[in-house]
Nanobody, 115 residues
Framework: EVQLVESGGGLVQAGGSLRLSCAAS????????IGWFRQAPGKEREGVSY????????YYEDSVKGRFTISSDSAKKTVYLQMNSLKPEDTYVYYC????????WGLGTQVTVSS
């Protein structure tokens, strides 16, 4: 059974940091790119950052470039999103999935940034 479990969210003040974790199981981790996505209530889910587990290449959405860093630990089958210099507009529920999206969405992890 494929599982993608997000954790690490929380409430933080603007300018603070959080590290999100995505623990994957049930599929061949190294064969896929993994992405972080985010969604606000009533809005569509959008991609934030992706990492290829085959060649390590990364992608960042413009609004997070220079502030967020995605990384992957193949041994732990876990992808991380280090989020620095957080802004109130980073407040979303964050999800992870393969890229392209192949699996059911998990519960996500709430990130709330106060001003």
């Amino acid at each position: 059974e494929v599982q993608l479990v997000e954790s690490g969210g929380g409430l933080v003040q603007a300018g603070g940091s959080l590290r999100l974790s995505c623990a994957a199981s049930g599929f061949t981790f190294d064969d896929y790119a993994i992405g972080w996505f985010r969604q606000a209530p009533g809005k569509e889910r959008e991609g934030v950052s992706y990492i290829s587990n085959s060649d390590g290449s990364t992608y960042y959405e413009d609004s997070v470039k220079g502030r967020f860093t995605i990384s992957s630990d193949s041994a732990k089958k876990t992808v991380y999103l280090q989020m620095n210099s957080l802004k109130p507009e980073d407040t979303y529920v964050y999800y992870c999935n393969t890229s392209p999206v192949l699996h059911n969405w998990g519960l996500g992890t709430q990130v709330t940034v106060s001003s």
